[in-house]
């Protein structure tokens, strides 16, 4: 039988029943049955006075009395008895003690007790030491030891096991059984399937009884009793014990009481554990959910949500499998739990039918017990490395579309309720939910890149176009970007910026579209009024580029660049710090380019000459902490 708990598991065990109260009348006998002393109590039988017991024998005391004088030849043999004695005016209990038995000292001790009031007595006094056990357990599942202790103290009794369970939704199973049931039915497995027997259990309630159908086997094996676990007039189950000795009717009173304090307890307990369960999930939502949106990482989501799995439900390993609609393929995705499985190995045909059918039959495939339900599997693939016994695969479904199948493993079989099927398809929920918030991420990421691909385009298609107009700046603008762009990261400015910086040197001199070609494409020197012109073109820029939001990061440089570090710029005639670090940055990558390029008006300076001119308009053209650290980024030479 299952769980099945040893003798010794429960030490400090008397070697037979005693009463938990002292007995109101003693009796003992020789080896012969005669009566040879008596303790009449403090309050003496006037039936049976000691002067009219002591040297009779008890045979002859008790010849109305024929089932008691068999417990008592029963005791002469050596083995502890017990019986009952109904009177009209009173009722008594009597446990017959064998002492030294088999040598000349044999003796039986006879302690009496009354059943009525000692008996009601007997059983408060039992019970609140057992409320006093069981509150003792921190979880239903400590709470069997406790019972049976409290029983085999009280009753003597060998054997103990109690089912549990919630027919039709959860089938009634073993829950502890303690004691040699062996020889107590046609076998141990044979007794264990009588015991959580819905027929035989619902005919137990609000009363303990003999387990009649051992009665009806050829060789009646003893006395086995059970009564029903009722909490709030719901069945949990049963409690059964088992004695050498029949239970009288007070010992199966008490045994029905303690069961009906036990499934009360029980009932508390396992509520308890399902609130405590019910937040820990909770809990583990609300981690995931946090995964979800706290992360763009579906591998680093599914891994969370994957530990939650295995916590929660209690199976050993779990993976997601991605579905692709339009290849019909699938792909492993995250996997957790797993000792020597390789997914890039491949799955076995059988348990690629497994996925398929989560997939197209949209429904869970529920396999608690492979080696009933599907043999087959357990020596192919996954299953058979893993050593599988049990499998479970629920589809993701996010938005009325498939995303994949959460898989659930297990090594030995399930047993499970509705709430772990439920809880098992919310799982599956927030694993799609996390696969479609992937998706929309990923499409989105695309479409932001096909966006900045085109604006990038559109920027570069503006550039060629000015390079068009003005011939002798063309090649120019390439290379003031790449120089900018590193410049720009050795002066401290961020990665995430340097994009914009990008855009900003791709159209620093985009305000000349605005100046007539005459002024623009001059080869002499430009007269007062077309220099007024001229410096119009950041103005020109500002203006054209302010309402496209994208670029409103990359101003800085085509508004600012012509600007001067002692406020002799332009077009705003900012000064210092006022210029911002992105303009102060490209204008002495432009004057550097540009000094070093010919212009129809004018030959390439020598290298030389440029960096000299450089380094002498820092602290007047330029902000001196940049040409400082453009020297070191471009190797100026001294």
């Known amino acids: 039988m299952p769980n099945k708990k040893t003798p010794a598991s429960l030490p400090g065990s008397p070697p037979f029943p005693f009463p938990a109260i002292p007995p109101r009348m003693l009796w003992s006998l020789n080896r012969e049955g005669i009566i040879d002393w008596v303790d009449p109590g403090r309050d003496p039988d006037p039936a049976w006075i000691p002067a009219g017991l002591i040297g009779r024998s008890v045979f002859t005391v008790l010849e109305d009395h024929p089932a008691l004088l068999d417990q008592v030849c029963l005791a002469l043999s050596g083995t502890s008895a017990q019986g009952e004695i109904q009177r009209a005016d009173r009722s008594w209990t009597c446990q017959l003690i064998p002492i030294a038995p088999g040598g000349e000292n044999h003796q039986i001790l006879c ?23 069981l509150r003792k357990a921190r979880s239903h599942e400590e709470m069997p030891p406790l019972i049976t202790r409290q029983l085999q103290v009280l009753l003597g009794v060998e054997q103990t096991a109690i089912s549990l369970g919630n027919p039709p939704e959860t089938p009634y199973k073993l829950l502890f059984s303690w004691g040699d049931w062996q020889g107590k039915g046609p076998s141990s497995q044979a007794l264990a399937d009588y015991f959580i027997d819905p027929r035989i259990i619902h005919k137990l309630n609000g009363r303990c009884s003999p387990l009649e159908e051992l009665a009806s086997l050829e060789a009646y094996p003893g006395p086995v009793y059970g009564t029903a676990l009722t909490a709030n007039n719901q069945q949990l189950g049963a409690l059964w014990v088992g004695r050498s000795q029949p239970l009288n009717d007070l010992e199966r009173q008490l045994v029905h009481s303690v069961a009906e304090m036990a499934a009360s307890a029980l009932q508390r307990a396992r509520e308890h554990e399902l609130t405590r369960r019910r937040l820990e999930r909770l809990s583990a939502l609300h981690a995931i959910d ?40 699938t792909t492993y995705a995250e996997g957790l739990g797993f000792r020597r499985y390789q997914p890039q190995s491949g799955t076995s045909q059988s348990h690629h039918n497994l996925i398929r059918d989560a997939l197209y039959k949209r429904q869970l495939v529920a396999l608690p017990d492979l080696a009933e339900e599907r043999p087959d599997l357990l020596g192919s693939g996954l299953f058979s490395i893993e050593n599988f016994r049990s499998y479970h695969g629920v589809p993701l479904i996010a938005k009325g ?3 994949g199948v959460l898989e659930v493993f297990h090594r030995a079989p399930l047993q499970v309720d509705r709430e772990w099927y439920e809880f098992l398809r919310t799982l599956g929920a927030q694993a799609a939910i996390a696969m479609d918030n992937a998706a929309l991420v990923e499409n989105l990421r695309r479409t932001n890149l096909m966006l900045d691909q085109a604006y990038n385009t559109t920027l570069e298609g503006w550039v060629r176009a000015l390079d068009l107009r003005d011939a002798c700046t063309a090649g120019h603008t390439q290379r003031v970007v790449e120089r900018t762009l590193k410049l720009a990261g050795a002066v401290g400015i961020s990665p995430q910026q340097l994009v914009h910086i990008r855009r900003g040197a791709l159209l620093h001199d985009i305000g000349k579209l605005g100046i007539p070609d005459r002024i623009l494409n001059k080869t002499g020197p430009l007269t007062d009024e077309e220099w007024d012109l001229m410096r119009k073109h950041p103005v020109y820029a500002r203006d054209m580029l302010e309402p496209i939001e994208f670029l409103h990061p990359a101003l800085p440089i085509p508004t600012s660049h012509h600007e001067k570090w002692n406020g002799g710029g332009y077009p705003d005639g900012l000064r210092g710090a006022q210029i911002p670090l992105e303009a102060r940055v490209f204008a002495v990558i432009d004057v550097w380019d540009a000094l070093s390029s010919p212009r129809p008006y004018r030959d390439a300076w020598p290298a030389e000459k440029v960096n000299n001119y450089i380094r002498e308009q820092a602290g007047a053209h ?16 001294d």
């Open 401 to 403: 579309k498939i995303k």
């Open 111 to 133: 302690l009496f007790t009354e059943s009525s009031l000692q008996g009601r007595l007997w059983i408060q006094e039992a019970l609140t030491g057992t409320a006093a056990a």
């Open 290 to 329: 946090q995964a979800i949106s706290g992360s763009f990482n579906l591998s680093l989501t599914l891994h969370i949500i994957l530990e939650q799995v295995i916590s929660q439900l209690g199976v050993d390993a779990a993976d997601v499998i991605l579905f692709d609609p339009d290849s019909l393929e």
């Open 622 to 637: 330029f902000d001196p902490q940049v040409v400082e650290i453009w020297e070191k980024v471009f190797g100026i030479p």
